[in-house]
């Protein structure tokens, strides 16, 4: 079993930053990425970004490319997803996956195993 739990969201105007933390606990040697997603009241869920446990290699969305930045801390079995140059569309409640295969279609939620609870972003023009 992989545990997840999110921590760093809040309410922001726009342009301000956030850093969004996931802690992960239990069978971590297993995990093969962790991916970052959101979902916005009455939208689908969608991928933020996510990174290869391995090797620290990254992924994007477009929306999240050149303000988002995605790393994680082995040490403290966490990852951070630092936001910079928040938008009000960026409003949304945001979680973190765990995904054991690491398939290279990064962006499927249904592919991811493990999910966190999540976090309010919440940002104000």
């Known amino acids: 079993q992989v545990r997840l739990v999110e921590s760093g969201g809040g309410s922001v105007q726009a342009g301000g930053s956030l850093r969004l933390s996931c802690a992960v606990s239990g069978r971590t040697v297993s995990i093969r990425r962790i991916g970052w997603f959101r979902q916005a009241p009455e939208k689908e869920r969608e991928a933020v970004a996510a990174?290869?446990?391995?090797?620290?290699?990254?992924n994007y969305a477009d929306s999240a490319k050149g303000r988002f930045t995605i790393s994680q801390d082995n040490a403290k079995n966490t990852v951070y997803l630092q936001m910079d140059t928040l938008k009000p569309e960026d409003t949304a409640v945001y979680s973190c996956?765990?995904?054991?295969?690491?398939?290279?279609?990064?962006?499927?939620?249904?592919?991811?195993?493990?999910w966190g609870q999540g976090t309010q972003v919440t940002v104000s023009s």
């Open positions: 990174i290869l446990t391995r090797n620290g290699a990254t």
């Open positions: 996956a765990a995904d054991l295969n690491s398939p290279a279609n990064w962006y499927s939620p249904h592919l991811y195993h493990y």
